[in-house]
């Protein structure tokens, strides 16, 4: 099942993982659950519109599926269509799961003959990608994450550990636990510290009936935290994106650093 | 998993034993709809820092279906599910029970034994929170003093899954 959806990736790999100005996300159909092994199912799309499949499916090649205990899992039943990705996931542990996937990638330009070319792929095969004699070289590094939670019967933190590596979210407010009329905090590292003046955008899905985005704007205050009181119940889109220097290839310049995560937020 | 007996008795029969000094009644009204489940209710205790401090009462349906099993949709009970259920192995002797039909519920409560005999003195608030498959969800409170020094009685009403519930104490 696992290569099916390898398989299915190569299809969509030369679309961009997150097209400029497009949303990226991943939806999974509960978040609070209860059962022996109960299932869910999770979208993977990009798209303008929240939570509508429209434009592409998510690349999910990276995706990683963090059991309550800590260790991975697979995907199930991966398919994927014309504006989504699909794939089940069985839960069967109690406590709380992290879906997402992480991207870890360079973007390079270069000129060969006065032509310009544009390149994108995994650091290591940079180099037998560049030909001899590129010009005006510029390599970027792009660390990207797409998140989001569930929890079967009790909730548990073994798979919200932060990796260090990038820009991460630490949730204080359990992510699985977030109620109307209630302020979360969530807190926001790169590279395992606190990632202060950080902004952050938060968008609840239905944009396609009503007639603004209505986003919620914070900025993270000294500790990285920010604190939402979460306006109305439903399926929400957070976003943060950033750049820094510390690259960890030689040719990169600039560092491109984005996190996103789906939240559900339950009505009192 | 079995009724405890004093759950099971109705006004109607004779009285146990004990005084019967804790004592919430519950209206499930009768509602003409197409597809009619029985609703799944939870009923406990909430402490000042709006903690479950008991759990008196949960009614689902711990059996397979078609569609899996009754506990499944025990997280529906959205609030009760956060503050006990999803902590609580079901089901639980002397607490869980199943799905009650419409009408007048008793839920009447021994406060010598019991869930209600390890609440500490304070203030607390009784929550009722009822939900029904293809169907509403509604949660009402009655605040109440503990222990009660004189007879306390409490009383809300349901607008939509819910009827008049009310709490009764005689010390």
Not at chain 1, 23 to 36: D, M, N, R
Not at chain 2, 54 to 59: G, M, P
């Amino acid at each position: 099942m696992k290569r099916s959806i390898i398989l299915a990736m190569a299809i969509v790999a030369s679309l961009p993982l997150v097209a400029s100005a497009h949303k990226a996300w991943l939806l999974p159909s509960q978040t609070v659950i209860a059962g022996e092994t109960p299932w869910i199912t999770v979208d993977a799309a990009v798209s303008n519109d929240l939570f509508y499949f429209n434009h592409v499916p998510l690349q999910i090649d990276t995706l990683a599926i963090i059991a309550p205990d800590g260790s991975r899992m697979a995907a199930q039943n991966g398919s994927t269509g014309k504006y989504r990705n699909v794939f089940d996931v069985e839960l069967t542990q109690q406590g709380t799961y992290r879906i997402g996937t992480f991207n870890n990638s360079v973007t390079a330009t270069w000129e060969v003959n006065g032509e310009r070319k544009r390149w994108r792929g995994d650091a290591s095969k940079l180099a037998s990608a560049l030909p001899t004699g590129a010009q005006k070289l510029e390599v970027g590094q792009n660390i990207s994450r797409v998140e989001t939670f569930v929890t079967n019967g009790t909730p548990n933190e073994t798979a919200l550990k932060p990796s260090g590596l990038g820009l991460e979210m630490i949730p204080v407010t359990h992510p699985n636990d977030l109620f109307a009329g209630e302020e979360s905090t969530m807190r926001f590292q790169i590279d395992g510290k606190p990632a202060a003046g950080l902004k952050v955008e938060i968008v609840s899905g239905g944009t396609r009936y009503r007639n603004a985005q209505d986003e919620i704007a914070v900025t993270t205050d000294a500790n990285g935290e920010i604190k939402v009181t979460w306006p109305n119940a439903g399926m929400y889109w957070l976003d943060a994106t950033t750049e820094d220097s510390q690259v960890s290839i030689p040719q990169a310049s600039k560092r491109r650093l984005g996190y996103v995560a789906t939240l559900e937020v339950l009505p009192q | 998993m079995r009724v405890q007996l004093t759950i099971a008795l109705s006004g109607l029969l004779a009285m146990p034993a004990y005084s019967a000094d804790f004592e919430v009644n519950i209206e499930i009204p009768p509602l003409k709809v197409a597809e009619y489940h029985r609703p799944y209710v939870a009923v406990w205790v909430e402490g000042a820092d709006q903690k479950a401090a008991a759990n008196l009462a949960v009614w689902y349906s711990n059996k397979d279906n078609k569609e899996g099993h009754g506990t499944k949709w025990l997280p529906d009970l959205r609030q009760w599910w956060r503050k006990s259920g999803r902590t609580l192995k079901v089901p639980v002797d002397g607490i869980t029970g199943p799905t009650r039909p419409a009408g007048k519920q008793v839920l009447r409560l021994d406060t010598h034994t019991g869930q209600l005999a390890k609440l500490a003195p304070g203030r607390y608030t009784l929550v009722i929170e009822a939900v029904r498959e293809v169907g509403g969800r509604e949660l009402l409170k009655i605040p109440f003093n503990w222990p009660a020094n004189a007879p306390h009685t409490g009383k809300v009403e349901g607008s939509s899954e819910l009827g008049t519930v009310s709490l009764s104490i005689n010390p």
